[in-house]
């Protein structure tokens, strides 16, 4: 038996891949170690998006076969291969599809449908790291569900670097969840996280057929200052991302609406962060994921003049923390005021109290005798906790 030990930096894309490449191992010749424990192979599966996470990776690294992004899911294989060549990532034209039976830890199951990205956005790096736009077949895609459904998964969360840029033949993520709500056993349909200006009114209509659909949607904002959006080389200003959200409300009243935020980009000013303040402010969002500037080389941000000092950029972060934890509260009482029906896959159970990350992306508890990683639907009542409590619906 050969031990392994797997740590996971990054976001839900990794967290989907770390699954896939355990899963090209023999399950009868190796056992999951702890990281901090001794293991015959260790693999750290990292991610580039931040100085953080760049010094957390090089930490883990001590003695290792480094693999670049696109053979990663092959590592199995790779081990018993002596000659292995490094890709240059920026020539991977394929999507890697490799089949996964089951995630390492989760109730729900996360599936990387497309990967890497053709945007260049002025701070990110994560091009460069993954290579260009490219996405699983759509039969390659329905043959993940299906497996995860077999073995159980309720709920799936589609994901990937560019998740709005999905196409394959003509197919997009629209016909990915339409295809996917017609999976019998199959529950939840969450979608990770989708840019702004390919979020169309096209795909909230289709969206809104689909009952299994979670009313959560992540937007990577990263500010309400049309003169910083301009210099991060966004695409869109806070009047099309106001114009967004009123549609996807008109969708979905009681949508759970994340945002990221990044504070102290190059030449943000007090009053661009003040703009960027009052801009979320006033938007009916559920929670915010703030991330303070960080200077990534080979990206045009890392040469800007300007650049914002690091305790201003953890000042401005606290500022919009606090802001983030308002809203959510402000969100948790909403959906208790109104009733709001929340639906989730049971995750575990303590004192036969089951908890649930609901469809609303808030936790929620009830008195249950379900089993783990049945659907529970929960009529929230009052705060408990780090979300709410209710009764149960069924
Ligand atoms: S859309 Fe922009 S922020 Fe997102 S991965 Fe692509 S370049 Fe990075």
Redesign the pocket.
């Known amino acids: 038996m050969i031990k392994i030990a797997i740590a996971t930096l990054g976001c839900k894309t990794n967290t989907a891949e770390s699954a896939i490449i355990l899963n090209q191992f023999n399950p009868e010749n190796y056992t999951l170690v702890p990281f901090a424990s001794t293991a015959d192979i260790y693999i750290i599966n990292t991610c580039t998006v931040t100085q953080r996470t760049d010094y957390k990776s090089r930490n883990l690294i001590r003695k290792a076969l480094i693999v670049d992004n696109q053979n990663k899911l092959d590592l199995a294989e790779l081990l018993n291969n002596e000659d292995y060549h490094f890709q240059d990532i920026m020539t991977a034209a394929e999507f890697n599809f490799k089949p996964v039976q089951k995630m390492i830890e989760h109730t729900r199951a996360f599936q990387k449908i497309q990967d890497g990205?053709d945007?260049?956005?002025h701070y990110?790096a994560?091009?460069y790291a993954r290579g260009p736009a490219r996405s699983a077949k759509f039969s390659e895609v329905l043959t993940q569900a299906r497996i995860f459904v077999e073995n159980g998964y309720k709920e799936i969360v589609l994901g990937g670097?560019?998740l709005g840029l999905y196409e394959d033949e003509g197919k997009n993520l629209a016909d990915v969840v339409e295809a996917m709500e017609k999976l019998e056993g199959l529950e939840l349909i969450r979608i990770s996280s989708l840019?702004p200006h390919l979020f169309s009114l096209e795909l909230l209509k289709r969206l809104k057929q689909c009952t299994k659909i979670c009313p959560h949607f992540h937007i990577?904002l990263q500010s309400g200052s049309d003169r910083t959006l301009k210099g991060m080389g966004r695409p869109y200003n806070s009047s099309d991302f106001e114009v967004l959200l009123n549609h996807i409300f008109s969708f979905f009243p009681d949508a759970a609406i994340g945002l990221d935020v990044i504070t102290g980009f190059p030449g943000e000013s007090s009053s661009d962060f003040q703009a960027t303040l009052n801009f979320i402010a006033k938007l009916p969002i559920a929670y915010l994921h703030i991330f303070p500037f960080s200077c990534r080389p080979g990206t045009a941000a890392y040469s800007l003049p300007e650049q914002v000092s690091k305790q201003e950029k953890n000042r401005r972060a606290q500022r919009l923390l606090q802001l983030g934890k308002e809203k959510k509260e402000y969100y948790k009482q909403k959906m208790i005021n109104e009733k709001i029906l929340l639906r989730g896959i049971l995750e575990s159970k303590e004192n036969e109290i089951g908890t649930i990350l609901s469809d609303h992306y808030i936790r929620a508890y009830t008195s249950t005798n379900k089993k783990a990683g049945e659907l529970l639907k929960i009529i929230p009542q009052q705060l408990y906790k780090d979300g709410v409590f209710g009764a149960k619906a069924e």
Do not use: K
């Open positions: 990205c945007y260049r956005c990110c994560v091009p670097i560019n840019e990577p």
